[in-house]
DNA sequence: TCTGGGGTCCTAGGACCC
DNA sequence: TCTGGGGTCCTAGGACCC
């Protein structure tokens, strides 16, 4: 049996934790930038919010409701994802982050307990330990185990956890499942199926395996296997990333250069920071800047180069360098710019390292640079070293005005915090 | 005025090989 | 008139996930 445990409304319940007056109210959370609302309390819901809405669409329903609105603080949800995991992993063996809110279990040799039991017991310690609400699904296949999960979340009485053992739970839980609401399912092929006239996730496990692969491909048909309970996605360990992007929208237009110029470097430094992180080269080096592509009566830009490196690198200078010799060639005047990144692709191992004879770099000597670097920041805080092209003017940053302190990880936000009060 | 950021996998078609 | 058979690799685009 697979289970899923996933945090209940995550980034709004981990608000929350540190601010019981929260407790009750409407809370939203929102991209960054503020740009739109990516989670809601379950009183936010109520309220009809949608996921994804723009948040300035919202305003009047804010101010009526009194809807308590945040940036989103992912050091402050990372954090909390920490917790909730390893108290997870207490209680399994073998288990997959699946994402910042949800984990797999693998309950293989669980048979001989009752795994309600367990599961509920699992559920509570999680919430206690952590202040962060979960549920649990369990089922014969991963897919199935979302499915579970939905109805933990849904039924109160279920006191967190649902469980689909028999193929009467299966069909009954299938029943009441919107086809769009499957694992694997998206909003295109949600809108085929319902044109064949199958609205429930039992409407499509009645048609045949061939059907289905004709429609779908593999990945539909697998999802078809799993829902008539034949496990076909097994646990996965992490693996190491073969592309590592970091781009922004900007928290003001910008028309200069200098300021662009600015932002590329920093996700140049972040990506390369990355790939150290999982100790990696990148081979290849993308550049892309473009306009605010909602608002179409103005003039519109896009344009991405793609550079080979000579020699695979994960060197902040080095990836700056080229980031900022490719931004160089596709910066063109008279725009008003929202939004750049930089993705590092073709990645590999940082070992077997293939020379470049017309190489001048002394590598050594800046992968040494390097490692201090990263050590210093990790002691003394993000960015405390970093490269003069990475500025200081920080015109391109983020907006996010309702950013809550990071409670768990910086202890002068907290004291802050209690001086105010 | 104001609309996020980061990934993965699969498929079809073209270019090329013998 | 009649024009093979079997591969690989790469890329762009489409689908999905959180």
């Known amino acids: 049996m697979y289970g899923l445990i996933d945090c209940n409304n995550f980034y709004a319940s981990c608000e929350r934790v540190f601010n019981p007056l929260l407790n009750g109210k409407p809370i ?7 740009g739109c609302v990516i989670a809601r309390s379950t009183e936010a819901k109520v309220l009809g919010i949608p996921m994804g809405e723009p948040a300035y669409k919202l305003k009047a329903l804010i101010e009526t409701n009194q809807v308590y609105v945040f940036s989103s603080n992912y050091v402050l949800y990372g954090d909390m994802s920490h917790r909730v995991m390893n108290t997870i992993a207490e209680f399994a063996p073998e288990m997959e982050v699946y994402s910042i809110d949800e984990a797999f279990i693998l309950l293989d040799g669980f048979e001989i307990i009752d795994l309600k039991v367990y599961g509920q017991k699992m559920v509570r310690t999680v919430t206690r330990n952590t202040g962060i609400p979960v549920s649990l699904g369990i089922a014969p296949t991963k897919t199935l185990a979302k499915v579970a999960n939905k109805f933990a979340k849904k039924y109160k009485n279920y006191k967190g956890v649902c469980i689909i053992d028999t193929d009467e739970k299966r069909e009954k839980a299938l029943k009441l ?3 769009g609401d499957v694992w694997g399912i998206g909003r295109r092929y949600a809108k085929t199926l319902r044109y064949h006239s199958i609205n429930t ?13 004709h429609t779908m491909g593999v990945v539909g048909e697998r999802t078809w296997l799993e829902l008539c309970g034949t496990s076909c996605l097994e646990m ?10 970091t781009s922004r929208s900007f928290g003001e237009r910008l028309t200069e250069f200098a300021p662009i110029s600015e932002a590329v470097s920093n996700f140049a430094a972040g990506c390369a920071e990355k790939l150290r992180k999982q100790h990696s080269y990148g081979c290849v080096l993308t550049v892309f800047i473009h306009t605010n592509p909602f608002a179409t009566n103005q003039a519109q830009y896009y344009n991405q180069t793609v550079m080979q490196l000579p020699v695979p690198t994960n060197d902040t200078t080095e990836l700056i360098d080229y980031a900022l010799r490719g931004l160089r060639t596709i910066f063109a005047e008279g725009y008003r710019y929202k939004k750049a990144g930089v993705i590092v692709s073709e990645i590999v191992p940082e ?10 770099r002394n590598r050594e000597k800046f992968s040494k640079v390097m490692c201090v670097m990263d050590s210093l920041n990790a002691s003394y805080g993000r960015q405390k070293v970093k490269i003069a092209a990475q500025g200081f003017d920080r015109k391109w940053k983020l907006k996010n005005e309702k950013l ?18």
Do not use: H, M, Y
């Open 28 to 34: 939203v959370v929102l991209s960054n930038n503020d």
């Open 177 to 179: 499942t919107d086809i």
């Open 201 to 213: 996730a039992w409407d499509f496990t009645q048609r045949t395996k061939s059907w289905v692969r």
């Open 236 to 245: 996965e360990t992490p693996s190491d990333k073969k592309s590592i992007c």
């Open 351 to 360: 070992r077997p390292l293939q020379g470049d004879l017309f190489d001048t």
């Open 404 to 421: 809550s302190p990071c409670f768990s990880t910086n202890l002068s936000d907290v004291l802050q915090v209690n001086a105010k009060e």
